[in-house]
Every structure is written in structure tokens, then in C-alpha cells.
């Protein structure tokens, strides 16, 4: 069973910056595509970015196009999630997840373990 810990949360100030890293127990995390979700209070979880295995192909939300970096160390079984020019509507818990795919995937249905989540809170 493959564990991941998420880290780097905490509280922003509008405009500001955050990396959140995730690490992964296993190595499986290197052949695995991994993507970030967050979930707001009220709202249903919902992808933020994604990777696969290798760290060739990125697929991003909109609203974070330009903003956030999704990027991956396998040497490290870790993932990071670099935010910049943070919003108040970027506040939510922020889960990494990966797949038994090497592929993009952006329906948390399609991911296979999960982190427990990081909180970001963006001041305004």
C-alpha cells in the first residue's frame, strides 16, 4: 500500500507563493502519473494539475494555467505543486494522489491512493 504525505501547507497572503510537496513511500511513484485536487468547504474535490510518470506532459485547470508548476523528482519519490500569485479562491485542502497508469488522468476516479491533505488558506 503505497503511502503519501502531503506538506507545505499553510496561510498566504493574496498574490502570494506556496510549493507543496508530496512524498511518496514506494517506487512505484516512479512509473505512476500523479496529480493534485483540492477541495473547497462546500465544494466537491476537484483537479488542480497532472503529471505523468516521466514528467513530460502536464495538463493543468484553467483557472491555474500560468499560475501553479506541477513538477516531480522519481529519484526522490516526490511531487511538488509550486503556486504562484495566490487568490482567496485558491482556498481549499490540497491532496496529491497517483495512479496505476502512467498517464494523465484528470477524474479523481482514475487515482488509486491518496494523501490525507494540506490546507492553503489565501488571504485577501
Known amino acids: 500500500q503505497v503511502q503519501l504525505v502531503e506538506s507545505g501547507g499553510g496561510l498566504v497572503q493574496t498574490g502570494g507563493s506556496r510549493k507543496l510537496s508530496c512524498a511518496a513511500s514506494e517506487d512505484t511513484f516512479r512509473n505512476s502519473a500523479m496529480g493534485w485536487f483540492r477541495q473547497a468547504p462546500g465544494k466537491e474535490r476537484e483537479y488542480v494539475a497532472t503529471?505523468?510518470?516521466?514528467?513530460?506532459?502536464?495538463v493543468y485547470k484553467e483557472s491555474v494555467q500560468g499560475r501553479f508548476t506541477i513538477s516531480r523528482d522519481n529519484a526522490q519519490n516526490r511531487g511538488y505543486l509550486q503556486m504562484n500569485n495566490l487568490k482567496p479562491e485558491d482556498t481549499a485542502i490540497y491532496y496529491c494522489?497517483?495512479?496505476?497508469?502512467?498517464?494523465?488522468?484528470?477524474?479523481?476516479?482514475?487515482?488509486?491512493?491518496w494523501g490525507q491533505g494540506t490546507q492553503v488558506t489565501v488571504s485577501s
Open positions: 494522489a497517483i495512479r496505476r497508469s502512467r498517464w494523465v488522468a484528470m477524474l479523481a476516479a482514475a487515482y488509486d491512493y
Open positions: 503529471i505523468d510518470y516521466s514528467g513530460e506532459t502536464t
